[in-house]
């Protein structure tokens, strides 16, 4: 228990400076907690410590937590790949935004299920700014393109743009994926578009991101501890 508190204190400060440094005021960047693979009561701990935004990748982690984190305030997420015959369980689990959005197909299938439960859902577009086969994401060419279908669809709100960096200990072309994902939302935001949030930046690239516009970092290992697998397997999934 300690050790969460102390992480999450450590990436706070760590959100401050970056934002000091970047001329940025640290209310404008929020933190979720990425909690795939993390057992409920760990999540509860983070959420007791004044945290309030979580996020999962697999419907199956959502259904297994649901119960024991109902007691306890918070606001749900989803950030992982998301596939069509899924949406049905994804509104069931209290979901209040899916972040990665990334296809028509999968926009249709959420516009008709939400129309169908009288509900409305917060989106993020998500795009593949480092261009890798193993990354999901519309292709960034196409941003103009895709946010204008999206707009048919009056349940799906768009809120924000989301990416996954690129895996590299080479700091100047993870920033050229978060520079990718800001001029996308600069050229949305002329064309009418509130995607004001920006979801970029994980536990290793966090300051770069912030200087690069994010508004919601995503961080996992570096509060909970490291997974069993290293964060490209669970970014390149299927369920």
Not at 131 to 158: C, H, T, V, W
Not at 159 to 176: C, H, P, Q, W, Y
Request: hydrophobic share 40%; charged share 25%; proline share 3%.
């Amino acid at each position: 228990m300690e050790n969460i508190i102390a992480n999450i204190d450590r990436i706070q400060q760590r959100i401050y400076n970056a934002c000091v440094t970047s001329g940025r005021n640290p209310e404008t960047v929020k933190l979720l907690l990425a909690t795939k693979t993390v057992h409920a009561d760990n999540i509860k701990l983070a959420l007791n410590h004044g945290q309030t935004l979580i996020a999962e990748n697999k419907i199956q982690e959502l259904k297994e937590k649901f119960d024991a984190l109902q007691d306890t305030p918070h606001q749900s997420h989803f950030i992982g790949h998301l596939q069509t015959n899924k949406v049905k369980e994804l509104l069931r689990y209290n979901v209040s935004c899916l972040q990665s959005l990334d296809r028509l197909k999968l926009a249709e299938k959420l516009q008709r299920r939400l129309a169908y439960e009288d509900k409305t859902m917060d989106v993020f577009l998500q795009f593949n700014t480092s261009y890798e086969d193993s990354k999901f994401g519309m292709a960034p060419e196409n941003a103009l393109a895709f946010a204008k279908e999206i707009l048919q669809f009056d349940r799906i709100q768009i809120k924000g743009l989301m990416t996954i960096g690129l895996f590299s200990a080479n700091d100047e072309k993870v920033r050229k994926c978060f520079q990718v994902l800001k001029r996308i939302q600069t050229n949305l935001l002329d064309h009418g578009f509130p995607v004001h949030e920006l979801s970029m930046g994980m536990s290793g690239d966090l300051e770069i991101a912030i200087e690069e516009g994010a508004t919601i970092i995503r961080v996992g290992t570096a509060i909970f501890g490291k997974r069993p697998y290293p964060d490209s397997y669970y970014w390149n999934e299927n369920s």
